[in-house]
T-cell receptor, first 113, second 111 residues
Framework: GAGVSQSPRYKVAKRGQDVALRCDPI?????LFWYQQALGQGPEFLTY????????KSGLPSDRFFAERPEGSVSTLKIQRTQQEDSAVYLC???????????FGPGTRLLVL | GQQLNQSPQSMFIQEGEDVSMNCTSS?????WLWYKQDPGEGPVLLIA?????ELTSNGRLTAQFGITRKDSFLNISASIPSDVGIYFC???????????FGKGTLLTVNP
């Protein structure tokens, strides 16, 4: 497709369950970012990939959060042993080259009960 | 994590009125951006500012990059109902790097 796609769009998990969120970036976009957006807040940076290399994971809130992009295209954000405070919208963004705009996907809305 | 200081938090205006919102930071950014987010969607870029003092327009939208590089404002003129949404400012330090967002301004336009 022409834009960034994310799946699933909605996810309800029981506390303690593991979840995996997928991002399909625009073809050829080298850089990929994950952001977490809590209700009523702006997005907050989680992690950044350039191709398959994870260059910055300073925003990941705990070691329960793990992201990968093994072939430099699709990325997966995994959250282990989910907690209620993990409930948020998880946004993926990508850009083709330095100096260009970050394009955002529609997000995955995660609700942990 | 850090978020920029964005104000106002919300605005209720009549169609046709002008709107102004601003964003401040305690630290310098090299790029300022303004995004709009509709319900159930990701943010969409409205305007990007790359140089201190720069004033840029996009249709009815005008934004400025503050001289100190620590602030920016966005003006919307002659508002219309489809301007409804949440507006976010964002700062960026490097051209290939993460965005730091404000908390957003919720705009409601009464027809």
């Amino acid at each position: 497709g022409a834009g960034v796609s994310q799946s699933p769009r909605y996810k309800v998990a029981k506390r303690g369950q593991d979840v995996a969120l997928r991002c399909d970036p625009i073809s050829g976009h080298v850089s990929l970012f994950w952001y977490q957006q809590a209700l009523g807040q702006g997005p907050e940076f989680l992690t950044y990939f350039q191709n398959e290399a994870q260059l910055d994971k300073s925003g990941l809130p705990s070691d329960r959060f793990f992201a990968e992009r093994p072939e430099g295209s699709v990325s997966t954000l995994k959250i282990q042993r989910t907690q209620q405070e993990d409930s948020a919208v998880y946004l993926c963004a990508c850009l083709q080259r330095a100096g260009e705009t970050q394009y955002f996907g529609p997000g995955t809305r995660l609700l942990v009960l | 994590g850090q978020q920029l200081n964005q104000s106002p938090q919300s605005m209720f205006i009549q169609e046709g009125e002008d709107v102004s919102m601003n964003c401040t930071s305690s630290s310098i950014f090299n790029t300022w951006l303004w995004y709009k987010q509709d319900p159930g969607e990701g943010p969409v870029l409205l305007i990007a500012l790359y140089k201190a003092g720069e004033l840029t327009s996009n249709g009815r939208l005008t934004a400025q990059f503050g001289i100190t590089r620590k602030d920016s404002f966005l003006n919307i003129s002659a508002s219309i109902p489809s301007d409804v949404g949440i507006y976010f400012c964002a700062g960026q330090r490097g051209s290939n790097y993460k965005l730091t967002f404000g908390k957003g301004t919720l705009l409601t336009v009464n027809p």
